[in-house]
């Protein structure tokens, strides 16, 4: 059926019914049947509740890539009439950090953080993690000498907010704190945070620009050779206004932590979950360990921490014979576009040995800063595996939190054989 075609005949209830399966237990365990029907109404699909669906990779991708389409900043969000979803405190808060920034504002912040995570950087913090890395596999590996050991809360949870922790110079003390705000604080960032999520997601945010209010005030009475002491002599150089300053080193501090955590933690623990379930491509690895960075992108193809990222049209603009209007949204349905079979061949199969293109880190001038340093995470955390940790299984169904734009696992048993 051709796009357009297809695009006309989506029935609305059959978008929001599909919607609804993706939250289920069985959807957030396999959503790729799900994604598959999404594929069939069309490569640009109407939603229910306003704006559009992409759901191809090439669409994506395009989007993605494009230096006209938008992201939807405070402005946007200020514009639309759900004051629930738009202008809730955590909304608002997350208008103002790097991802939602649109030039010139973007080009002015993004430039102030240099080469974050560049080549050096990263290498200068692979010791360091490497390090952590074995501290968290001994604990997991006690643990799996007595019964079943969470690999979510023992390794894939406590790796990203320890290496972004141990970065930012913040109190080890602090990181459950930090860890527990983040999860609660993205449910404004989800497609339909219900009353009581957004109530949860505005609590935590309040409660995260009290601790990094604090904390960037720390370091501008105690400075120090720490990234938040430089970000504010980077901009204390330009920016006369003071207030002005510590807002934008406040956001950039809040960004990096929870970009860092929530996503990170989402590839280390899919990472090892695909491979469990797939124990032959496992073992191809241990005998093919120069494979893992293949392995790595592969598993970000296969599910990605984020399915859905958000667009705005600069113009009204044809998309695969839909006319999307001037400030409309459309989502772009990464989770779906990385099994588009008009992309990849057989794009259900899990194979560790594909040279897998994704969009798991964006694209254009929203590439992921981090994409590097998560990377690193998740090679050092399987190159460990791999040496030391012969004969698991999964020993449970895992437990999923019921999202669609932001992958979670809660819990995943493992036993050792």
């Known amino acids: 059926m051709p796009p357009a075609l297809a695009t006309a005949a989506v029935d609305r209830r059959s978008v929001v019914s599909l919607f609804s399966r993706l939250r289920t237990v069985d959807g957030q365990s396999n959503p790729l049947p799900l994604y598959a029907k999404l594929r069939t109404m069309g490569e640009v699909v109407p939603a229910p509740w306003g704006g559009y669906l992409a759901t191809s990779y090439g669409l994506c991708h395009q989007l993605l ?5 938008r992201v939807p900043d ?7 009439g759900d004051a629930a979803r738009w202008s809730a405190d955590a909304s608002r808060q997350m208008g103002g950090t790097l ?4 030039p010139p504002h973007h080009t002015r912040v993004r430039r102030s953080l240099g080469n974050v995570f560049d080549r050096n950087c990263v290498a200068g913090m ?3 993690i490497q390090r952590t890395t074995r501290r968290l ?3 997991f590996e006690e643990q799996l000498a007595t019964g079943p050991a969470d690999f979510c809360a023992l390794v894939s949870e406590e790796l990203p907010v320890i290496t972004i922790g141990e970065w930012l110079r913040i109190p080890p003390s602090d990181y459950a704190l930090l860890r527990a705000l983040t999860h609660d604080q993205v449910y404004t960032q989800e497609l339909f945070p219900t009353p009581s999520q957004l109530m949860l997601s505005d ?3 309040h409660q995260l620009r009290q601790y990094f209010t604090a904390l960037v005030s720390e370091r501008r009475r105690n400075p120090g050779d720490d990234p938040v002491s430089s970000w504010l002599r980077v901009w204390d150089a330009q920016e006369p206004d003071r207030e002005a300053v510590d807002e934008a080193v406040f956001s950039l501090a809040l960004f990096m932590v929870l970009a860092a955590l929530e996503t990170t933690s989402h590839v280390l623990s899919s990472m090892i979950r695909l491979l469990l379930e797939h124990p032959r491509q496992l073992n191809w690895l241990r005998v093919h360990p120069e494979q893992i960075p293949d392995a790595i992108d592969e598993v970000l193809r296969y599910d990605a921490p984020i399915h859905m990222i958000s667009r705005i049209a600069p113009e009204d603009t044809e998309l695969a014979g839909v006319t999307v209007r001037k400030n409309e949204m459309v989502q772009l349905m990464v989770g779906a576009a990385h099994h588009d079979p008009d992309h990849f061949a057989a794009p259900e199969e899990f194979d560790v040995s594909r040279r897998a293109s994704h969009l798991s880190f964006g694209g254009g001038i929203h590439y992921c800063l ?3 340093l998560a990377r690193m995470e998740a090679d050092c955390l399987l190159t460990a595996m791999l040496d030391r940790l012969p004969g698991l299984r999964i020993g449970a169904p895992p437990v999923w939190e019921s999202r669609v734009a932001f992958r979670r696992l809660v819990t995943l048993p493992v036993v050792r054989v």
Request: net charge positive; proline share 7%; no cysteine.
């Open 65 to 69: 890539r494009s230096r006209n389409w």
């Open 74 to 80: 405070s402005a946007w969000r200020a514009r639309q």
């Open 99 to 102: 991802p939602m920034l649109n």
């Open 126 to 128: 692979r010791p360091s």
């Open 137 to 139: 596999l001994d604990r």
């Open 203 to 205: 609590g935590s945010s």
């Open 370 to 372: 981090g994409n590097a």
